[in-house]
């Protein structure tokens, strides 16, 4: 039941908020975070030295946001693999390597194949997935739901949400245990935790410059995202979402990439989302975005900036600046996404395409 919406994925996307609240309720306590893993228990996380994330698609890109968060709080290894490409090489897996699948089905093929490989290796396993006793989970020695609700649209976009919110939790959780992260900065990631939801319903109720920048964009053949950091698994998946349901050729870059060869993609008109990270948490890798984005724009580049509230150093080279309430450097991308998908959503919609249904697509791709 689409409940008054037009279309399953404007539900969802707009059940974000929900989605955020019920991923995190119950497991923080106070002012820290309370995981239950089961199998995977305190001693086994500390024997731990390494991590493999494997997924397909969105759940993959939330892996690479994972990926920051884990290695800034936990400080170990950890790689983000296509299930696909981990399964059909000869990955390098122990006793002491965990496993992470990401699925929101917990049925797709190529990420249960890489699971079972990665058992069969003797790895540990932990899935985090948003269907309850779908296979993945069941193959795994703990799983971790996200509690996004159903998701029908072909377009995983709460999901998303719910599966960066999963791993913040388990960086969170693992880091406490491995002692690498203090008792005030567990405090301050779950007090930004807990304000995600109201700013995401702020984010919400900004729609109006988004649809009418995808009104004006309803014949564009191509567009790039830009991003730096988990801003950039954030560009990705802006690109992906893009192709998907409005069949427009969209790729998406890490900002240091430019160039090393897609810059020469810039010509007048080119339209260029740059997600732009925290002036005031990370000057660096902001001051680096800027360049980018002076590159771009000294090209004839159409930029639009997905920026935090009151970060004025991007006002003199963006065409368009979609805001982002204040947060924390590893939430950043549940707030900065969510704008990429609604753009991809009134593309989609302005195109008269069926959004909810993209051609050739499955929502779950249980065949390899
Ligand atoms: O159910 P899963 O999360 O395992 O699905 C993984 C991908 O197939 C999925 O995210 C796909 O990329 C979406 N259609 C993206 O919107």
């Known amino acids: 039941d689409k409940g008054g919406w037009t279309s399953f994925m404007a539900k969802e996307v707009s059940e974000g908020p929900e989605a ?44 690479l946001v994972g990926k920051y968060a884990i290695e800034t709080w936990a400080r170990i290894p950890v790689e983000v693999d296509l299930a696909h490409e981990f399964r059909y090489r000869d ?23 890489a699971v079972q490989h990665a058992r069969a290796q003797g790895a540990r396993t932990l899935s985090i997935c948003n269907t309850q006793g779908s296979t993945i989970p069941r193959e795994s020695d703990a799983v971790l739901y996200t ?32 002692g690498t992260i203090d008792d005030a900065a567990i405090a301050e990631v779950v007090g930004e935790l807990r304000e995600l939801p109201d700013e995401l319903r702020q984010v919400l109720a900004e729609q109006d410059p988004i649809k009418e920048l995808a009104h004006w964009m309803s014949d564009t053949r191509s567009v790039l995202f830009l991003g730096r950091n988990v801003g950039y698994p954030v560009a990705l998946e802006g690109a992906l979402k893009l192709k998907e349901i409005s069949y427009i050729h969209a790729e998406g870059f890490a900002g240091g990439e430019l160039k090393h060869g897609p810059i020469a993609l810039i010509e007048p008109g080119q339209v260029v989302f740059v997600v732009v990270p925290s002036p005031r948490h990370e000057p660096l890798l902001h001051s680096k975005i800027v360049s ?31 805001r982002v309430p204040l947060t924390l450097p590893m939430l950043e991308p549940v707030l900065q996404v969510v704008p990429l998908h609604i753009f991809a959503l009134e593309l989609a919609t302005a195109k008269g395409l069926d959004v909810d249904q993209p051609r050739n697509l499955a929502k779950s791709v249980t065949v390899e």
């Open 20 to 63: 955020v609240a019920n991923t995190l309720r119950g497991r923080l306590v106070d002012d820290s975070v309370a995981l239950e893993l089961g199998a995977l228990d305190d001693a086994v996380l500390r024997d731990l030295d390494r991590i493999v994330i494997v997924a397909c698609g969105t759940a993959a890109y939330s892996g």
């Open 91 to 113: 990955p390098v897996l122990t006793p002491r390597t965990l496993v992470i699948s990401i699925s929101q089905s917990g049925e797709t093929m190529d990420t249960k194949m």
């Open 147 to 178: 509690h996004a609700g159903p998701e029908v649209a072909v377009a995983s976009t709460k999901a998303f949400l719910a599966q960066v919110i999963g791993q913040l939790l388990f960086g969170l959780h693992l880091a406490k245990v491995r």
């Open 292 to 322: 980018n984005i002076q590159e771009i724009r000294a090209r004839g580049a159409r930029v639009i900036v997905v920026a935090e509230a009151g970060d004025a150093a991007v006002l003199p080279y963006a065409d368009i600046v979609l």
